[in-house]
């Protein structure tokens, strides 16, 4: 899987506030310049898009374990055939 920003564990989701201010997405570590030009680049492609890596990412934990499932899911694939 892509070191992608939102499978990062310092990635903070924004939200959209109808009585207020939005919150934009943000970085945790404060890289917000580096996530803003990040999705200038990559927010418009699909997951199995080749994406630009950030240095500073690491995986959640729920992408760790959507890595073993589908590692695990094509290794039956292939004994099955």
Same mark, same amino acid.
């Given at each position: 899987?892509?070191?992608?920003?939102?499978?990062?564990?310092?990635?903070?989701?924004?939200?959209?506030?109808? *009585?207020?201010?939005?919150?934009?997405?943000?970085c945790?570590?404060?890289?917000? =310049?580096? @996530?803003? +030009?990040w999705?200038?680049?990559?927010?418009?492609?699909?997951?199995?898009?080749?994406?630009?890596?950030?240095?500073? *990412?690491?995986?959640t934990?729920?992408?760790?374990?959507?890595?073993?499932?589908? =590692?695990? @899911?094509? +290794?039956?694939?292939?004994?099955?055939?």
């Amino acid at each position: 899987m892509s070191k992608i920003c939102p499978d990062c564990q310092h990635y903070v989701i924004g939200s959209i506030n109808p *009585f207020g201010a939005d919150t934009p997405r943000s970085c945790a570590l404060g890289h917000n =310049d580096e @996530l803003n +030009k990040w999705w200038a680049d990559n927010g418009h492609k699909h997951r199995g898009d080749e994406h630009t890596e950030m240095e500073c *990412f690491e995986k959640t934990e729920f992408a760790r374990l959507s890595d073993k499932l589908l =590692d695990s @899911l094509d +290794k039956l694939a292939t004994a099955l055939k």
